[in-house]
């Protein structure tokens, strides 16, 4: 992240955005917040989880088919909507772990993490993942902690297992009162309040009372005796052992403020949204190979972070997530699309508000802005009015788990073909085309996703196919000098196989291999990564 003090300042419109991401373990309770800032953002009625019968109940921001079955989120969706005088969008993440390859590239999109962890359990495998990308980037990250209506952890044991897990500093925003049953709500650190949550209606927000410090008597209006006490004995402790609110500290990713809730209930959740706005980072500078682009400069660049197909099933269209880093885009506008260096009209530009899809008229640096086509964008891809930019740090991982994959119906291979060259540019796998043999090899990076792919193929291509076990476990892309690479393949043919860019990948069982071809062939890289850029 850069120096902030010395930047310009951004047009109002820009500075006033703030894009961010939720990132969690599954069944921390991150669909459930997201439904409750689309609840205060006034982009939804009402949380999907209140008060509703049968398909009413399903959660507005998870949409295809097989979430709904499953519970999850597979596709990580935007969704801008205004909460006061600020514009966020919110990326979707998805959150089950064997989506992370999606999740990590959707953290390239955004400015800023919100990490959410359940009261009870902590930090989780998942999370520690996550959150690792979000420190390889320095983003700025909010901390969440849910469930706070249920028997939790000592609140500085939480905060200790966050530091000591995740090497980052940790400074309270608020402080609960209680837990369980016995959860009031919390006091408000920045702010000097005490939130008290309203648990009989779970979409209102409960009263606020504002105080003047923790010896103000109003205080024992609202608290019992014995707790209060309890609560001002551990606002001391917390004020010796940890840091301050810092806000430049927190923009370079080394500290993160602590907010607890119960999102369910609605609790606690405006005073995170009001931190985004108030503390969070405006659009910041993007980096592509060439320079690093401001937001504030008036030509419009952008990049694909996410390739989402079939969202409307009845129109084989492909939407195009594109995060803008610089400039003011307006609908109808020509864009160059720098891979194929043919321009593009971008006339059906969609914003995502909640669940409604609109036109989008115009957006700016930090918006996120989808774009209908017919497989011509690609994850990586950048757009520009004419500058040949090409966005880095999209990464693309190695596949850790590779299958044979047939159709059910001998004659409908062409049709299978199609289907996973669309799932592969999308980003949901990775399709290798052996050049020996017939079939396909499909890897991915959890073992979910052949379920996901399975279900979505048939859905969409009323093609019913079989994965079977590959004899293969690893995948390598070769690059190197023409010729090397050329007799490497000629003399390894049984193991070489193209992906959907046609380039050239190594399939083999053995980590032994790889070492042997490195040792043996010492012009040829091995790269269990690509970088998703031309």
Known sequence: MMDQSNRPALPAEIARRRTFAIISHPDAGKTTLTEKFLLFGGAIQMAGQVRAKGEARRTRSDFMKLEQDRGISVSASAMSFDFGPYRFNLVDTPGHSDFSEDTYRTLTAVDAAIMVIDGAKGVESQTRKLFEVCRLRDLPILTFCNKMDREARDT????DEIQENLAIDVTPASWPIGMGRDFLGCYDILNDRLELMDRADRNRVAESIRIDGLDDPKLAEHVPADQLKKLREELEMAKELLPAFDRKSFLEGHLTPIWFGSAINSFGVKELMSGIGDYG???????ATERQIAPEEGKVA?????????MDPKHRDRVAFVRLA???FERGMKLLHVRSKKPMAVSN???FLAADRELAEEAWAG???GIPNHGQLRIGDALTEGEALRFTGIPSFAPELLQTVRAGDPLKSKHLEKALMQFAEEGAAKVFKPVIGSG????????LQFDVLASRIEIEYSLPVRFESSPFTSARWVTGPKADVEKFVNANKGHIAHDHDGDIVYLTRLQWDIDRITRDHPTLKLSATKEMMI
Do not use: C, M, R, Y
């Open 302 to 310: 952008g990049f694909v972070f996410k390739v989402q197909a079939n």
């Open 326 to 328: 610089s400039g003011h």
């Open 281 to 287: 980072p405006e659009p910041q500078p993007q980096t």
């Open 156 to 159: 500085f044991e939480i905060i």
């Open 367 to 369: 918006d996120i802005i």
């Open 349 to 351: 530009p969609v914003l």
């Open 440 to 447: 396909f090899i499909v890897g991915v990076v959890g073992a």
